[in-house]
């Protein structure tokens, strides 16, 4: 039998699943990907695991070699070794406007929008300081993000339109743009307040759980009282609306509705065009989220994979965010290996003008940066520079990870919830991951192959 000559280790550069309709191949370095048989993926199971191959397979093997003497397969990591993360040059802030919220969801990370403190409401004062701040450690960013968050912001929205007038005066003066962009339950989602964002070009992240009995399980008000009717009602009145499409509708699943395809399915009943639903992330209670769960959760994305190419066959498309990849371009390089910057290209501010990495640490003490006033202070230094080096080559199980191109690492906040060390990253939000990257991946192969046909 000729000897073929493909290291185990080799195998790790590539990464192989069944889809629908056949199987793919990833090229993890160059992010191509393409069509093999069952064969193929066989006898690539082999080679991973040092077996020894059939004629068959040797003849596979020996094909892949030739691809990969062509350069389309067994791609190098052109980076390893030489990657230097960015500057720490501020690119966006989130201002927690309001720690206090009109409702008592039961999954809520902040406390209820308290943050484990006291409630409060930002002050025109610090918001204009923060904006100051990002204008003056922007360096040369033309674009900058400034999302309004909480507790719920809409129950400072004059504090909010003030800060959005502010931020366009001042951006002039620096030739650089805000976009601004708000995170509502949609309590106090009035048309006023809806014809305000449309105005002024605001994009709006719009919190729905899906059918009724869900959100209402989930999303309720301080009496106990759940939310869907209001909620639903102002999310119509907003989208009908909205000429812009800048806004999105997100939900949280729980281990109370793993079967959030049918959520999603409600939200493409109320008509709701642009979708978002992210799992909840706990430490302990009913609604966890555990190990045992993961092959239920990958049958639903695949079933919601399903559904989406059904319908974009069917000429009734929808958007949802996990599933948007570009398999051609994709983001840049240092998004692609370091995510979203938390700590020195990304920061909140709270209602006292505090400075954290992100609005998940908000209330971890040891984490606080600085403030608006004092900027970040010397001794935070090294906290800032943690999180510069948090990038996937710097994580010990990211670097063999074939989706840390597109997850970079995964949410420092996770990390550090469940193992306090933001180097090490949440094991089910790393397996959720590539779940939904496997049913991106497929979706883009079939819009591509789709464009082909036409």
């Known amino acids: ?5 493909i290291a185990p280790a080799e195998a790790q550069k590539l990464h192989w699943f069944d ?17 093999i048989d069952a064969d193929t993926a066989k006898c690539l199971d082999k080679i991973a695991a040092g077996a020894e191959l059939s004629p068959a397979e040797a003849e596979i093997a020996a094909e892949l070699l030739e691809l990969k003497e062509q350069g389309v397969l067994f791609s190098e990591d052109a980076y390893l070794g030489k990657y230097i993360p960015p500057a720490p040059v501020l690119k966006s802030l989130c201002l927690n406007i309001c720690h206090d919220c009109d409702l008592r969801c039961r999954y809520c990370f902040a406390s209820t929008g308290s943050f484990g403190g006291k409630r409060s409401m930002m002050s025109f004062e610090v918001g204009a300081k923060a904006l100051d701040y990002v204008l003056e450690h922007s360096g040369n960013r033309k674009f900058l993000e400034v999302d309004f968050f909480g507790g719920e912001p809409l129950l400072n929205i004059k504090v909010v339109k003030q800060l ?16 601004f962009t708000f995170t509502t339950n949609c ?17 709006v992240v719009l919190s729905h759980d899906g059918r009724p009995e869900v959100h209402d399980r989930q999303r309720v008000f301080p009496n106990g009282a759940g939310s869907y009717d209001v909620v639903t009602k102002n999310i119509k009145y907003f989208l009908a609306h909205n000429k812009r499409g800048n806004a999105i509708v997100r939900g949280t699943y729980t281990a109370y509705n793993k079967d959030f395809c049918e959520d999603i399915k409600h939200w493409l009943e109320l008509g709701f065009p642009r979708l978002s639903m992210e799992p909840a992330v706990e430490l302990d209670g009913p609604r966890k989220l555990h190990e045992e769960d993961l092959p239920g959760l990958q049958e639903e994305y695949w ?22 990849l570009d398999l051609t371009h994709g983001p840049c390089l240092p998004k692609r290996l370091t995510g979203c910057g938390a700590g020195y290209e990304y920061m909140v501010v ?24 004092e900027g970040v202070w010397p001794k935070s230094k090294a906290i800032v520079d943690k999180f510069r080096s948090a990038h996937v080559y710097n994580k010990e199980s990211c670097r063999g990870c074939w989706a840390r191109f597109f997850c ?35 979706l883009a192969v079939k819009q591509k192959e789709a464009a082909i046909c036409d």
Request: glycine share 8%.
């Open 408 to 442: 970079s690492g995964g949410c420092h906040a996770n990390a550090d919830l469940f193992h306090h060390d933001i180097m090490q990253p949440y094991e089910m939000g790393c397996q959720i991951s590539r779940m939904r990257l496997e049913c991106a991946i497929w």
């Open 19 to 35: 889809v629908p309709d056949g199987w793919l191949l990833l090229d993890v370095n160059s992010g191509s990907v393409m069509r």
């Open 1 to 5: 039998m000729k000897m073929i000559n």
């Open 303 to 324: 079933k919601l994979a399903k559904l989406f190419q059904q319908r974009r066959e069917a000429g009734e498309p929808f958007d949802f965010f996990h599933f948007k």
């Open 187 to 203: 309590v106090g989602l009035t048309p006023e307040i809806s014809a305000w964002a449309e105005d002024n070009n605001i994009s």
């Open 350 to 373: 709270t209602p006292e003008g505090d400075l954290y990495p992100c609005h998940q640490f908000v209330g971890r003490e040891e984490y606080k940066l600085g403030t608006v006033d």
């Open 164 to 179: 959005v007038e502010y931020g366009r005066e001042r951006e002039k003066e620096y030739g650089k743009t805000f976009r």
